[in-house]
């Protein structure tokens, strides 16, 4: 892909909600309800990057979101870093209030779309006020360095194997874990942000979402948000 000249992204202004994972999408959906509410007139661009199944997710989120009354949903998804239709791509893009990615492999979505163009237009575009959400994967590769793999018990070694990768960079200082209290992760994230002792690790429980805006957040859902510092 053709590389344009960056510009220097402004501070972020839009919204980012981060979904950690199986969602409610059948009962009363306040998280997918949330997401919905940010699109108000505008497009709801469904992002299936981290998945190989990205055609059954894009049909499943389309009738989720039209039921939650969101009058325009697009597709965007890339079979890899050298996709066709780029100009359309982009376009499409730049036209969308909500960018909602969804889960799978969120290496899969950093190797197809970080330091692209088409991330540069979404970065640029969350700064302008545009709100992106991400579940799952997607949920960690949001901050600007994301968890990929580690041991899930409770032990935090600083020899155990943690893989971390640079993410989107719409999120600074903090770093993500999912699926939190369901895969019993407290010991990754701990022995992430020991590694990374700048770094502030939220884990955020499945069905539950951390809504940020600028300094502050907001959690929702039904289950829990927890933060970790290094150890002393």
Not at 36 to 50: D, F, K, N, P
Not at 76 to 82: K, T
Not at 106 to 126: A, M, P, W
Request: glycine share 12%; proline share 3%.
């Amino acid at each position: 892909m053709a590389k344009r000249a960056k510009t220097e992204t402004p501070t972020a202004s839009g919204y980012l909600i981060i979904i950690g994972g199986h969602e409610d999408k059948e009962h009363e959906k306040l998280i997918l309800s949330e997401v919905a509410s940010h699109a108000r007139q505008g497009l709801l661009l469904v992002m299936t990057l981290a998945s190989e199944a990205g055609l059954e997710q894009w049909k499943e989120y389309q009738k989720v979101f039209s039921g939650l009354g969101v009058k325009t949903l697009e597709h965007f998804h890339l079979d890899g870093r050298a996709d066709t239709d780029v100009d359309k791509k982009i376009a499409i893009i730049e036209r969308a209030s909500v960018y909602f990615f969804t889960g799978g492999d969120q290496l899969r979505i950093t190797s197809k779309f970080g330091g692209t163009e088409y991330c540069d237009t979404l970065r640029r575009r969350h700064a302008q006020g545009a709100t992106v959400a991400g579940t799952s994967a997607a949920a960690s590769v949001l901050s600007e360095t994301m968890l990929v793999s580690g041991p899930g018990d409770n032990s935090h070694r600083v020899g155990d194997t943690l893989r971390m990768a640079p993410g989107l960079g719409l999120l600074q200082g903090i770093i993500i874990d999912q699926h939190f209290a369901e895969r019993g992760r407290i010991g990754r994230l701990i022995g992430a942000v020991t590694q990374n002792p700048r770094l502030l690790g939220i884990g955020i429980d499945e069905n539950t979402a951390v809504i940020m805006h600028r300094q502050a957040f907001n959690i929702i859902g039904a289950g829990l948000s927890t933060s970790s510092t290094p150890p002393t």
